[in-house]
């Protein structure tokens, strides 16, 4: 969560009054971002990185129509020279199954 286009894109449409949010393992590298991310009004929950759930995977839902499930880490190297695989999904079913994944771990998470 240190690449900055991609921090700037989120800040970007909070601005513009959609909803982000974001859950994932605490780490002290993304604190300035999440500094950053939840002063534009991202909502951020995090793991402890000796939770007993790390989070790994990355999830991007949009309007509960499509979601993109992928392995890239948000940072420029693993953006730009690392070998990454991401589906884009359009099933209802698959769908809500990881809204509701995401839900859970929201729900665990602890409010940055």
Do not use: C
Not at 64 to 91: C, K, P, Y
């Amino acid at each position: 969560m240190s690449d900055t286009p991609v921090v700037n894109a989120l800040i970007s449409a909070a601005k513009l009054g959609v909803k982000v949010e974001i859950v994932m393992t605490y780490s002290s590298n993304w604190s300035a971002s999440f500094t950053k991310l939840a002063a534009a009004g991202v909502a951020i929950r995090t793991y402890a990185a000796n939770a007993s759930l790390y989070i790994h995977a990355k999830l991007i839902l949009s309007d509960a129509d499509i979601a993109f499930v992928g392995s890239q880490n948000f940072f420029s190297s693993s953006l730009q020279d690392n070998r990454e695989l991401g589906i884009m999904l359009t099933d209802a079913n698959i769908i809500n199954s990881k809204s509701a994944t995401f839900q859970d771990d929201w729900l665990g998470g602890t409010p940055y």
